[in-house]
């Protein structure tokens, strides 16, 4: 059965930094392209960041920067470094893995990031 559980986020001050993992089990990390969504209040789920199997990257525009996203294949896990948060960088943060062999996309729970003054 296959399981995405996203961990590190919480509150953070503007100009903050946080890192958060998600770590898949059920043995598709390694074959699956990953990537961060994240849902403020009231919008859209959008795309944060994303990286191949094989370890290339795509950013949203305005994260540019300011995000990482970096996997490690041996451990299953797939992290975004987040710096220099901002107020609106708050919104719940969901992995994503797409599975190739049968078209499957998962998703984990998600995490709370809260950007304070």
């Known amino acids: 059965q296959v399981q995405l559980v996203e961990s590190g986020g919480g509150l953070v001050q503007y100009g903050g930094s946080l890192r958060l993992s998600c770590v898949v089990s059920g043995r598709i990390f390694s074959i699956s392209d990953m990537g961060w969504y994240r849902q403020a209040p009231g919008k859209q789920r959008e795309l944060v960041a994303r990286?191949?199997?094989?370890?290339?990257?795509t950013y949203a525009e305005f994260m540019k920067g300011r995000f990482t996203i970096s996997r490690d294949n041996a451990k299953s896990t797939v992290y975004l470094q987040m710096n220099s948060l901002k107020f609106e960088d708050t919104a719940v943060y969901y992995c994503?893995?797409?599975?190739?062999?049968?078209?499957?996309?998962?998703w984990g729970q998600g995490t709370q990031v809260t950007v304070s003054p």
């Open positions: 994503n893995a797409n599975e190739p062999v049968w078209g499957t996309i998962y």
């Open positions: 990286i191949t199997k094989g370890g290339d990257t």
